[in-house]
């Protein structure tokens, strides 16, 4: 059971990882042009943009249940 949840805190932690960079790589594919449109609404690299975000906090959030579980079940024995 440890070693199954050290495993997935460890996949959680990569997903996390790779989430934050594909959207900062997004985030600085902007273009000058997309810059300058102005109010038209969202640009479909800022939806992208924000979706990788999305699952950054996602992944994130189960890193740290993952943490609590871990620790809960340290705790108990």
């Keep these: 059971m440890n070693t199954f949840l050290a495993l997935a805190l460890i996949a959680a932690m990569i997903a996390t990882l790779v989430a934050l960079i594909r959207g900062i790589v997004v985030f600085l594919k902007t273009t000058e042009e997309e810059l300058k449109a102005g ?8 939806v992208k943009s924000n979706k990788m975000m999305q699952f950054r906090i996602f992944f994130q959030a189960l890193a740290i249940l993952i943490v609590v579980v871990i620790l809960f079940a340290a705790g108990r024995t």
């Design 39 to 46: 109010p038209d609404g969202p640009t479909a690299s800022q």
